[in-house]
Every structure is written in structure tokens, then in C-alpha cells.
């Protein structure tokens, strides 16, 4: 699974992107400081199932801080995106292939209005035009690629596959395609459609592709209540998250430095020894204050659109359903990330093909019940696959 993580140049991008994986990249005030894609790994939070089995977990695939448990997601931060970027503007087509294999994108939002749709500083900008502009090139984009290849669509009988055939690489499936067909109510034999259904085409597909998160940066300087509150108004609260990157990256240095003890996303932390400046002793206690009373929201962003966005559930795959552990003995050493509604069988053929091609039955190991291979996973289930497959 892939996040990118997308926005006007100058947002905070890269200090999200920072906070979220530790990752030391180039972060500065002034407009495309991020060039090349950064990759690194941020990780989704949840609570472990351990407690509620009354063992202690030994985590393989992830890892699990107290009852945390930390599950890896892929994160991309790309370069700034500028209006025209589709023309060739800014960096242009470089960012916008970029998020191809992108499966959801966090739009970064500079929720103080004090940078322009260019990352320029200025004062009273609009946080919305920036999101519209960041929508609207994405859907140009897609546009531009399925104009310059209809002819060739228009050919085959089934507009679903010959779509399917030039836009796989944008993670697209054939179901997404005909959903974004049918809400667009657009006929797919022998596509041959006008550019006004094609963009329509365009705006439906991304955002049953490619679903997308607001994260309305700097909510932790006064006077951004506004801002934020009119892009929940404009794009729905349930899209919209005000956070602070920077207190983010700071706490989690500070946590690395051995100052404190802090897991991402809590509510506070605690003091582990004395930072001999008085400066950073001061900042550290009003961080401390903020946390307790908003929270930074950086664990949030990454939450949100792991679980919710994306529809996740958390499973957890063991061997021996009466200890929970695999046949090394590790107990619930794998958090798998799978679909909500995802099968037995499907999560089977996430371990290994061979293990779902001679599976027989799965078991739930609370409560020791045989299920059956098309049996829908529910959230932090603990399954042993039982196969003929060595």
C-alpha cells in the first residue's frame, strides 16, 4: 500500500512527510524544496489485541510499543504542484506520474492563509483555492491521458478492459472504472466520448481511485480556526483534519533524543530526563500542554486514511489457534492490513499463494470455530489457515 502525500509547494509537505517516518529530508520556507519523490515508511496505529487475549505479543511484520500496535504503511511526499502543472508547469508531469501507484493521496493545506497557491509568503490566502487547484490538475491529468489514447479505445468492444489496458499503472481497477462509468452514466461499449464526459469520466474515477484527505497544516498557530473550518464546510469535516507537522517532528525527536517517552498520537508523554536548555524545557511544556488539550493529528492523518479512506481492517494470522503464535513460536507476530469484507481465502493468499490454493478451512481462534474459505474477516480477527499446501 502506497499514501502520497500531495499539495501547493511551501505547505508542509515535507515536514508531514518527516514527522510521519523520521526520515531527514530537505525542509525550507521558500517553494520546491522536494524535487525527486521522497519514500519512507510511516506507520498505522492500533490497539493490539494481546491485551484482550492476555498474552504479550512478540510483533515480526510490525511493532508494538506498550498496546500499540505499529503497522508499516509506504509513504510518498512529492514535489509541490502548481496550477498548469498538467501543461508542464512547475515540475509538471514529473509530480503528477509520480502519484500514479499513489492508492490514496493526504492534500497538505497551509491552514494559516500566510502562503500562496506558489509558496510564496503572503497574507489572507485562500487554503481552498490551493485544494482546487491540487484536484483540478489531478483530473486534467487523467484527462489528458485518456484523450490522447480514446481512438485506440474506441475500437474494442469492451471500453472497460481497453480503459483498464492504459490505466493500470495508476493502481485503477476494472471495477473502479465501470463504478465511474455508471455514476457518470456513460455507456463503455466502444467508448468514443466527448471531452466533457471524458473530464467528468476523470473527476468520478479519482475519486473512487485515488480518495483523498485534507490535512489542514499549522492548526497550532492562532487564528487558523477559520480557514480550517470553511474547508470542512467546502469539502466535508470528515475529509478535513487540522494538524501541526512541525510539533509533531519536533516531539518525536525529542522522544528519539531520549527527552521523553512519546508514542505517536498520544494525548501526552512523559518526561524522561531533563533538557539542560531552558528554551527547549519551556517549548517542551507548552507541547505538552498542546498535545493534552487538541493533539498534534499527525497520527491521525496517517489513521484516517489507513482505516477510513482506504476501508482497512487489522488481522492477525496465527498457526496455533490456542497459544496464537506461528510455528516459531512468536505470539501474534503479523498485523495484516486487508480490505474490509476481504475473505479467509483472501487473506490466505496474502501469506502465500500455495497456502491459498490448498487451503481447506480457516479457524477463529477465540472462539476455536471452523469458517469457511469465503468467510468475511471482521476487524482484529486472529485466524489460523488450515491448508493441505506443506
Known amino acids: 500500500m502506497l499514501i502520497g502525500i500531495v499539495g501547493a509547494p511551501n505547505k508542509g509537505k515535507s515536514t508531514l512527510f518527516s514527522a510521519l517516518t523520521m526520515t531527514e529530508v530537505a525542509i525550507a520556507d521558500y517553494p520546491f524544496t522536494t524535487i525527486n519523490p521522497n519514500l519512507g515508511v510511516a506507520y498505522a496505529t492500533r490497539k493490539c489485541v494481546h491485551a484482550e487475549l492476555g498474552v504479550k505479543c512478540k510483533a ?7 498496546d500499540t500496535r505499529m503497522i508499516p504503511i509506504n509513504i510518498m511526499d512529492v514535489a509541490g504542484l502548481v496550477e498548469g502543472a498538467h501543461e508542464g508547469k512547475g515540475m509538471g508531469n514529473q509530480f503528477l506520474n509520480d502519484i500514479a501507484g499513489a492508492e490514496a493521496l493526504i492534500i497538505v493545506a497551509d491552514a494559516t492563509g500566510k502562503t500562496d497557491s506558489n509558496g510564496n509568503k503572503t ?6 483555492e490551493d485544494i482546487n487547484i491540487v484536484n483540478n490538475e489531478i483530473i486534467e491529468w487523467l484527462y489528458g491521458i485518456i484523450k490522447k489514447h480514446i481512438s485506440p479505445v474506441s475500437r474494442n468492444a469492451n471500453g472497460v478492459e481497453a480503459l483498464h489496458g492504459i490505466l493500470a499503472s495508476l493502481k485503477v481497477t ?11 452514466s456513460l455507456s463503455t461499449s466502444k467508448i468514443n466520448w466527448k471531452d466533457d464526459s471524458i473530464r467528468s469520466f476523470s473527476k468520478e474515477l479519482i475519486k473512487i481511485s485515488k ?6 497544516n499549522k492548526y497550532d498557530v492562532a487564528g487558523t480556526e477559520k480557514n480550517i473550518d470553511s474547508l470542512k464546510k467546502k469539502f466535508g469535516a470528515e475529509h478535513v483534519i487540522g494538524c501541526s507537522a512541525a510539533m509533531e517532528l519536533a516531539l518525536r525527536k525529542a522522544a528519539k533524543q531520549g527527552l521523553i517517552d512519546y508514542i ?36 491521525e492523518v496517517i489513521n484516517k486514511a489507513t482505516f477510513e479512506l482506504l476501508d482497512n481492517i487489522v488481522v492477525y494470522p496465527v498457526e496455533d ?4 503464535t506461528d510455528h516459531f513460536g512468536n505470539v501474534l507476530p503479523d498485523a495484516i492490513l486487508i480490505k474490509r469484507g476481504s475473505t479467509a481465502v483472501q487473506l490466505a493468499e496474502r501469506i502465500h499463494t500455495n497456502l491459498a490454493k490448498g487451503m481447506l478451512y480457516a479457524v477463529d481462534a477465540r472462539t476455536k470455530m471452523r469458517l469457511g474459505k469465503d468467510h468475511a474477516l471482521k476487524d482484529n480477527d486472529v485466524i489460523k489457515i488450515v491448508s493441505a499446501a506443506k
Do not use: H
Open 60 to 66: 515480526r511484520n510490525s511493532l508494538c510499543v506498550g
Open 321 to 324: 489457534e490456542n497459544k496464537f
Open 123 to 128: 497574507d489572507g490566502a485562500d487554503p481552498i
Open 264 to 299: 505517536p498520537g498520544s494525548k501526552d508523554f512523559k518526561w524522561v530526563k531533563d533538557e539542560p536548555s531552558k528554551e527547549r524545557q519551556d517549548a517542551l511544556k507548552y507541547m505538552q500542554n498542546f498535545v493534552k488539550t487538541r493533539g498534534t493529528n499527525v497520527q
Open 174 to 184: 476494472e471495477d473502479e472504472i465501470a463504478r465511474a462509468a455508471s455514476a457518470c
Open 211 to 216: 480518495p483523498m484527505l485534507i490535512a489542514a
